[in-house]
């Protein structure tokens, strides 16, 4: 385990307020990475935030770069004692293996804001930490072993790096680009003999789930019909959590819903890649709409270029522009479906369900809908590239063949 000496402080405030960060850093970061006493620090800092900020288009893939280059120079400065512009191929390696077992100090238990406002002022979130270890079941304080880095993390940390490394050469603040002197990455990513499997609910716990919303809806509607409607639409439409946040590129109306000439409903988003993309709207996501919109006092349905925020925020009437504020919805509704599970004797269902995140929902949707529906239709709903991704969630075959094996004998005679 590797020792720590202090506890990191963030560094990257919100896409929305890091515009002012390329040309001015605030007193607090500034201090903190004084702290360091390394040399050229301050230039990292303002390498980085110029990086970052040209992926403003996209906020989903903003904050995963915003994670790995925070934990970059948090490593960097207070563990290597170097400047990034100074780090070589065994610095990076020696950053991997830090990543897959961060020392106590490094671990929280939730995702949380990185700073908060108090007085007028941008102040730092002390309860947050680079790395996340979801709370596993009953686990109350995170520990080296409930964290777990993945190889889809993994991957990412090298493909984010070398995309940095590369801008640092490009404007001749780094020699080299360490991460691409790494012959040997697959000692670090694993192969998989087969596909992924797709994070999906159960179909109990997705009935518990949506149950879950209704009740809460009904009991109190002013707080919870947004919660219905928000899972009704990550699951119905497939929906990215990113796709119903307003952000500088995209902001969800109501007059996204429309009727074309045979009297069909669409739903028109944004998605991956700033690609925007029409989704069919089903009966049952149609009637979830006209709830929601009475709840709001509107008219049954949408008319054409209706302004109306798609989700509003909890105060004020605009429309939400956290993502994190929506996963907190989603979060609320699971955790009290897993106590309306765990009272009626599932445990071992509710205890899987404390695993899941909001982009469970959207993959929940698209393997239940792709049993029955073709898979060209589900794709282009989806907004997957090819076929091929879409058939990821074809998990049939996956059936077929654990049955057949059901009744596999060790003993034959």
């Known amino acids: 385990m590797t020792k720590a000496l202090f506890t990191p402080s963030p560094l990257f405030d919100t896409l929305q307020r890091i515009r002012d960060a390329t040309n001015h850093i605030s007193q607090g970061v500034t201090e903190y990475i004084a702290q360091a006493d390394v040399p050229g620090a301050l230039e990292d800092y303002r390498r980085a935030t110029e990086f970052l900020y040209s992926y403003r288009g996209s906020p989903d893939t903003f904050a995963s770069y915003r994670r790995e280059i925070e934990r970059l120079l948090q490593w960097s400065w207070y563990v290597r004692r170097l400047s990034v512009n100074k780090l070589t191929r065994i610095d990076i390696e020696l950053f991997i293996d830090?990543?897959?077992q961060p020392p106590l100090e490094w671990i929280g238990l939730k995702t949380v804001h990185r700073f908060t406002d108090k007085d007028g002022l941008r102040v730092v979130n002390r309860k947050w930490r680079p790395f996340v270890a979801k709370n596993q079941g009953h686990t109350k304080t995170p520990t080296v072993e409930s964290f777990n880095l993945s190889p889809k993390a993994l991957q990412a940390i090298f493909s984010i790096l070398s995309s940095f490394f590369t801008y640092l050469v490009q404007e001749e603040y780094a020699a080299q680009n360490p991460v691409a002197l790494i012959?040997?990455?697959?000692?670090?990513?694993?192969?998989?003999?087969?596909?992924?499997?797709?994070?999906?609910?159960?179909?109990?716990?997705?009935?518990?789930?949506?149950?879950?919303?209704?009740?809460?809806?009904?009991?109190?509607?002013?707080?919870?019909?947004?919660?219905?409607?928000v899972i009704q639409a990550l699951y119905g439409m497939y929906l990215r959590v990113s796709e119903l946040a307003a952000s500088a590129r995209w902001t969800p109306q109501m007059g996204d819903f429309h009727m074309d000439m045979d009297g069909n409903w669409w739903f028109t988003t944004v998605g991956k890649g700033n690609k925007e993309r029409d989704i069919s709207v089903s009966d049952e996501m149609l009637n979830a709409v006209k709830r929601y919109r009475n709840h709001l006092g509107l008219s049954a349905l949408p008319v054409p270029g209706e302004n109306t925020p798609l989700v509003f925020k909890s105060r004020g009437r605009g429309a939400i522009s956290s993502t994190r504020q929506i996963r907190n919805i989603v979060q609320n509704c699971f955790d009290s479906a897993i106590v309306r599970m765990r009272q009626d004797g599932f445990e071992q269902d509710a205890e899987l369900l404390s695993a899941a995140t909001v982009?469970?929902?959207?993959?929940?949707?698209?393997?239940?809908?792709?049993?029955?529906?073709?898979?060209?239709h589900v794709r282009d709903d989806a907004g997957h590239g090819s076929s091929a991704i879409t058939d990821k969630y074809i998990d049939v075959e996956m059936r077929e063949r654990h049955r057949s094996a059901k009744n596999k004998k060790i003993k034959p005679l």
């Open 98 to 100: 830090f990543c897959q």
């Open 359 to 376: 982009h469970w929902l959207r993959h929940t949707g698209i393997s239940d809908d792709v049993k029955h529906r073709p898979r060209e």
């Open 183 to 229: 012959r040997q990455k697959s000692k670090y990513l694993r192969k998989q003999q087969q596909k992924a499997r797709i994070r999906r609910l159960t179909d109990l716990q997705w009935t518990y789930v949506v149950e879950t919303a209704e009740v809460l809806a009904t009991e109190n509607p002013a707080l919870h019909e947004r919660t219905l409607f």
